[in-house]
């Protein structure tokens, strides 16, 4: 047994003396300037810049000086003079807020490149109409007047609200008498597609769905349909643990408080373009019919993507 178990491990040092690591001669790295900038309305425009990377250590670029310049309708409004873009990204600010339904184009200028982009702001979205009813097995309805005139894409994040006192169901005392419990929606009532298969949760913030084209209700009123669970009762029972015999300790929140929260984001094309390239990377990673394919990108000369989106926020007040 120990003859064989020594055999065993100098073949595993022959072996491993014999693996060199891969050498890449010739990279193929192209060097860009790479610009990320997704405009919201009424908030002020900003700009992630920086240059792409390749696989090896020494691909890339440094010591670039250029100047970044904001347009409105092709008029100038905005100047960033001689500024140093490196591989680290830096997040530019031009103090300057997007307006609806208006052309904005980034420009990056340096002896070595120049980099063009732009995108379209559309009218903010109407003020919806909203239905929510009751029970395990609870229906928010989500009613939207869709532009006639724009490619519109929607995003959605659900959540209700549970404020109440918090108690002990095995020993009856109270745990919190300020607790927060937050319900997420359970699934999507749009079967053609899976809205979850890609999100956008990072740092504890709003965990959205893929979003919705247009293509089907254009300029027409959509409702979209949420399952989420609302209780009738004041009360909820929220599992906490196990007993030693597997049974289910529940404590019982008694709500004082209870509101949804329902958030809106309308997209532009091109923003729905990316998400779709990125999806469609994402559905099959891992799996043997990978084939990896081009984000898309609207930047000229570089990478990344310039576009839009308006944020909407609603609440829906169950007790108040």
Known sequence: MKFHFSIIIIAAIVLSSCIKELEISNSGYKGKIVLWSI???????????????????????????ANILLYKEENLIKK????NI??????FDFNINALPNSTYKIEIVSPEFNILANTQTYIKTKEPTIELSKGESAQLKYSIEDNLNNFDAYRFDLKIYNYGILY??????VIDSNYLYIKKFDKF?????????ITSYQNGQQNYTFPVN??????KLKTFIFFIANSVSSNIFIPSGKTKNDNIIRNILVCNKRFAVINCIKISEDYYKFFSTENKN??????????????????????????SQYHRTDTIWVIK
């Open 39 to 65: 405009l919201n309305i009424d908030s002020s425009i900003k700009a992630t810049i920086a240059v792409n990377k390749g696989v090896k250590p020494s691909d890339t670029l440094s010591g670039i000086i």
């Open 189 to 197: 009532d749009e079967p053609s597609l899976n809205y979850n298969l």
């Open 282 to 307: 994402n559905a099959i990673f891992g799996t043997s019919y990978y084939n990896p394919i081009n984000l898309f990108s609207n930047v000229q000369g570089g990478l990344g993507l310039m576009a």
């Open 214 to 219: 247009d293509v089907l209700f254009n300029g």
């Open 86 to 91: 490196s591989s680290i990204p830096q997040t």
């Open 168 to 173: 002990d169901s095995l020993f009856d005392k």
């Open 80 to 83: 960033l003079n001689s500024v």
